[in-house]
Antibody, heavy 119, light 111 residues
Framework: QVQLVQSGAEVKKPGASVKVSCKASGYTFTNFYLHWVRQAPGQGLEWMGIINPSSGSTTYAQRFQDRVTMTRDTSTSTLYMELSSLRSEDTAVYYC????????????WGQGTLVTVSS | QTVVTQEPSLTVSPGGTVTLTCASSTGAVNSGYYPTWLQQKPGQAPRTLIYSATNRHSWTPARFSASLLGGKAALTLSGVQPEDEADYYCLLYCSNPRVWVFGGGTKLTVL
């Protein structure tokens, strides 16, 4: 069965960076796009960007363009999202989610990773 | 920057029917936006219910249906159950630039 298992909660200080992982299993890792989405406490969902695990190509939301880096390791079927220059507003749950390469079909989601930014 | 608009909140009685809508600031929503609907319950990850405007996933109950209606994407719940109380998000693909945009979500109360 398809699973996206994310790394555990993180606590970071303002100005630091955080790297969240998302390990995929149950399907061919390079055959599906993966997105990163975040949700601040009590707020809605926010799209951060997408990566093609096959080529490594990425597209980021404009507001994260200069602070986010999405990478993947095909040998371990793991996706990474690194966010730098953290500020308190980056406190949120970060999710990875899978999408088909044709038809834009979103299906499975990771369980989420809470990142807390606090001095 | 595209803005996706949903009703902030709706209330429905058990067994009733309710329709949630999703509009784009760039114009009428069509299949090219790949309208996607998600359900999120407190403390849980989102769950994708509908993709490509009208298609249910295998895990999506049949009481959830979706359509394109009057220039918007719409999600209709028929025979609402208490467990349908949740936040519902619309998600649209915007081709220029190539980004995905979430609506603000609709808090559905079953009362």
């Amino acid at each position: 069965q398809v699973q996206l298992v994310q790394s555990g909660a993180e606590v970071k200080k303002p100005g630091a960076s955080v790297k969240v992982s998302c390990k995929a299993s149950g399907y061919t890792f390079t055959n599906f796009y993966l997105h990163w989405v975040r949700q601040a406490p009590g707020q809605g969902l926010e799209w951060m960007g997408i990566i093609n695990p096959s080529s490594g190509s990425t597209t980021y939301a404009q507001r994260f363009q200069d602070r986010v880096t999405m990478t993947r390791d095909t040998s371990t079927s793991t996706l990474y999202m690194e966010l730098s220059s953290l500020r308190s507003e980056d406190t949120a749950v970060y999710y990875c989610a899978r999408m088909t390469m044709s038809g834009g079909t979103w299906d499975f989601w990771g369980q989420g990773t809470l990142v807390t930014v606090s001095s | 920057q595209t803005v996706v608009t949903q009703e902030p909140s709706l209330t429905v009685s058990p067994g009733g029917t309710v329709t949630l809508t999703c509009a784009s600031s760039t114009g009428a929503v069509n299949s090219g936006y790949y309208p996607t609907w998600l359900q999120q319950k407190p403390g849980q990850a989102p769950r994708t219910l509908i993709y490509s405007a009208t298609n249910r996933h295998s895990w999506t109950p049949a009481r959830f249906s979706a359509s394109l209606l009057g220039g918007k994407a719409a999600l209709t719940l028929s025979g609402v159950q208490p467990e349908d109380e949740a936040d519902y998000y619309c998600l649209l693909y915007c081709s220029n630039p190539r980004v995905w945009v979430f609506g603000g979500g609709t808090k559905l109360t079953v009362l």
